[in-house]
């Protein structure tokens, strides 16, 4: 019964090749009744380009220089020398067959003949530019779009040619449909894309696999064979390379992530059958729908054919099944701690999946490509955190994937990317994710966010990172951090931008003396302009953020750092996709100074987009910081921008730089640092380095030279010194501050707005 069905479709196709085109002709070069090696076949996939294309001609070697001989008596359209090594030289001849235009094109050929001579078959019209010619052989008719045909098709074409080689067909495999999922022949379900690799030799030993199949298909067949379950259109047979599809369908052909030119590997259940293939055409997405029969076993048959009748057939038997295409929830990040001894902890919530399998951990040092650091083997579905040595300096990002126990492994949508930073560099920053808004809803379309990413490389600082959830419910103690970065995106409305809880952490810290970066394009919208805002959200706005609310869009994306501040200079665009931006910002919020606040940005049209405060929070003993930024951090598109205004931030909060901390551990002169915060109300400490034990004074000027304070006249060991100033009893205003060791004296500027 496996002969018999196999030699109909067989017959099929011979009764078919009488339909093609006919017309016969020598080979290019001289011999031309002896056959030559083949190197490039028409129709095989070719990677030269982005996408792929089909190979168009038959390629034929021979050494630079050798003459290239006529195929067809007729006129010479074309005789183009591209001036250069002659690649893309090409001859052109065109014929009049059976009433009809027939067409030669050489190519890689340099003409040795001009437009218009008349040729014969023979004669010589070209020399070879490279190693090869690429014949390409037009179907009789009036275009040359789409008309380009197989040059070693059966009962035409180049003569003579025997093939006595057998294709091969090396491996099946099974997708499911129109994806990169691999399934088991044990457990196929729902649609099915068949994967088959042909090798078609043509006898010569350089290139004995080089060239594609002509023809190929498949069948589903009972358990025993006997009968057929499912015969595609045209007898199962798929593809059949007599004219070039056009190139848009080369990756609905072929399986791009395993084809090149020189292995071929086809999506066999694509296609509406050879018929449509030879009138250009492939169907974009068909498949074996496994669900039309009834699940069990059955039997693939996969067949391919050449050009000259040698065929080879596999079997691959088969089992259906009901698949799972679920894939587990997504898994949320909790936090990235650093612990003692060059190791952190990292933290995730588990999906509620019931066939949850466990978790797949990746890395990046860069945030750009990730890594497979551990899989479900490891973390297994009841670990929800694990420990890890670390040691280098460099950042760390890391996100998950859930996986359950489907027969094809189904993987969740990844989680956020988180990261941590080892340095023992003495700080203790945290950056705190409260931007819980995902695809489908404001400017951001993903189901994740690696904004974390953003803000990790652009200061060199040790930091951690946590979901503000964790800080929301005491896992996170925001007390345990000098500097805490809490980031908003476009949060608003459903997702608030603080929760009550929130509020509370974020005030106690205040007045326990943090220091606290908050970004976010809604911020002051949603805790004061939205009609649904609270007392408690109005109060935590103007009271602890030091804020109020002026317009839901300040219709501008472009910030200034205000004169006389840390931020003069800066100038931000930011919000972008075109400038780097990972989303557009639409509409970033307004504010305005509130309860000792200052204005350290504008946008370009005056609006306050950035406020900074020094001073006590809530009548407390302790002074905190704030800077609050009305568009999101990770919006400003440029790397170098985000470095200097991060770099302000902290340098208003009283951080030393990465290189001063470096240049220091040897103090071999003096130095006067930059004090902080700058501008100041009423407090700042100014700090200052002696390379040995010196009388030092620190006086106080204002901006007519008058000395308004003496902060030291003393002796003092050498090494880094901090003092710190009040000015509580000044009026707002420019002031100067002088180190004076023996020969040595130095002045920086300060202001101070009340």
């Known amino acids: 019964m496996k002969k018999l069905l196999f030699n109909l479709f067989f017959i099929l196709c011979l009764s078919m090749y009488a339909q093609i085109d006919t017309t016969k002709y020598p080979w290019p070069l001289n011999p031309m009744n002896v056959q030559r090696e083949i190197t490039g076949t028409f129709g095989e996939y070719r990677s030269t380009s982005v996408e792929g294309h089909y190979h168009n001609g038959t390629d034929i070697p021979g050494a630079a220089g050798t003459p290239v001989l006529n195929l067809i008596a007729g006129t010479v359209a074309v005789a183009y020398h591209d001036g250069s090594t002659g690649y893309d030289s090409y001859v052109r001849v065109t014929s009049i067959i059976n009433g009809q235009p027939k067409n030669m094109t050489y190519y890689h050929c340099i003409p040795t003949v001009t437009v218009g001579k008349i040729v ?91 060239n594609g199949a002509y023809s190929l298909g498949y069948k589903i067949l009972s358990a025993d064979r006997t009968s057929v379950i499912y015969n595609p259109p045209d007898d199962g047979l798929r593809y059949r390379y007599i004219k070039k599809p056009d190139d848009s369908y080369v990756n609905v052909n072929y399986y791009k992530p395993e084809s090149n030119t020189s292995q071929h590997v086809y999506i066999l259940t694509n296609g509406n059958g050879a018929n449509a293939v030879e009138n250009t055409q492939v169907v974009t997405n068909n498949f074996w729908d496994v669900t039309q029969y009834p699940y069990g076993n059955y039997t693939l048959m996969v067949f391919t054919i050449d050009s000259r009748g040698n065929t080879d057939t596999a079997y691959v038997n088969i089992t259906t099944t009901e698949l799972d295409l679920t894939p587990p929830a997504q898994p949320n990040l909790k936090f990235v701690k650093k612990l003692e001894d060059g190791k952190f902890i990292i933290a995730w919530n588990k999906p ?114 946590a979901h503000n959830s964790q800080v929301e419910n005491g896992t996170i103690n925001l007390n345990d951090y000098e500097v805490v970065i809490w980031l908003l995106g476009d949060e608003a409305l459903d997702y608030e931008t603080f929760s009550e809880l929130e509020k509370n952490h974020v005030k106690e810290y205040l007045k326990n003396g943090g220091k606290l970066f908050v970004s976010g394009s809604e911020i002051a919208y949603d805790l004061e302009g939205d009609p ?117 931030v902290f340098s208003y909060f009283g951080l030393i730089t990465n290189v001063e901390d470096e240049y220091y551990d040897i103090i071999s002169d003096y130095k006067l640092m930059q004090n902080y915060p700058n501008p100041f109300n009423p407090a700042t400490k100014i700090t200052f380095y002696i390379p040995s034990d010196s009388h030092v004074f620190i006086k106080v000027f204002d901006i007519l030279g008058k000395e308004i304070a003496t902060l030291v006249n003393d002796n003092l060991s050498a090494g880094k010194h901090e003092i710190d100033f009040n000015a509580s009893k000044l009026s707002s205003g420019i002031y100067f501050y002088t180190l004076n060791a023996g020969s040595f004296v130095s002045s920086k500027k300060m202001v101070l707005i009340k």
């Open 532 to 648: 649904n805002s609270t007392l408690s959200d109005k109060d935590f706005l103007h009271n602890f953020l030091k804020t109020k609310f002026i317009s839901n869009s300040s219709n501008y994306k472009i910030a200034l750092g205000m004169q006389q501040t840390l931020f003069e200079g800066l100038n931000i665009p930011f919000g972008n996709t075109s400038a780097g931006s990972p989303y557009n910002e639409d509409s970033p919020d307004a504010i305005d100074t509130l309860n000792g606040s200052i204005p350290i940005l504008k946008y370009g049209n005056g609006m306050t987009a950035s406020i900074a405060f020094t001073g006590n929070f809530d009548n407390s003993i302790n002074n905190g910081q704030l800077i609050v930024l009305a568009f999101p951090f990770e919006t400003i598109g440029n790397i170098e921008l985000r470095k200097n205004f991060i770099n302000s």
């Open 352 to 465: 509620t999946d019931e066939d949850l399998k466990g978790f797949r951990l990746f890395y990046s040092q860069t945030g750009g490509t990730y890594n497979l650091r551990d899989n479900e083997s490891v973390l297994t579905y009841n670990v929800t955190e694990k420990e890890y040595q670390y040691t280098q300096q460099l950042p760390l990002y890391l996100k998950i994937n859930a996986v359950d126990n489907s027969n094809m492994t189904n993987i969740s949508i990844e989680s956020d990317s988180y990261g941590v930073r080892m340095k023992n560099d003495g700080k203790k920053i945290l950056i705190v994710d409260g931007f819980n808004r995902y695809g489908g809803s404001g400017s951001w379309s993903k189901s994740f966010h690696d904004f974390i990413v953003k803000y990790g490389e652009s200061f060199t600082f040790s930091f951690e990172s």
């Open 120 to 210: 014969n078959v023979g004669e010589q019209i070209a020399k070879i530019a490279i190693d090869h010619v690429h014949l390409i052989d037009y179907n009789l008719g009036s275009s040359l779009t789409n008309r380009q045909l197989n040059a070693l098709r059966p009962n035409g074409g180049l003569t003579p040619y025997s093939d006595t080689w057998k294709p091969k067909i090396r491996y099946i495999k099974f997708l499911l449909d129109n994806s990169n999922t691999g399934l088991n022949a044990g457990a196929l379900g729902n649609k099915i894309d068949v994967i088959v690799h042909i090798e078609e030799a043509n006898g010569f030993s350089s290139s004995a696999s080089n």
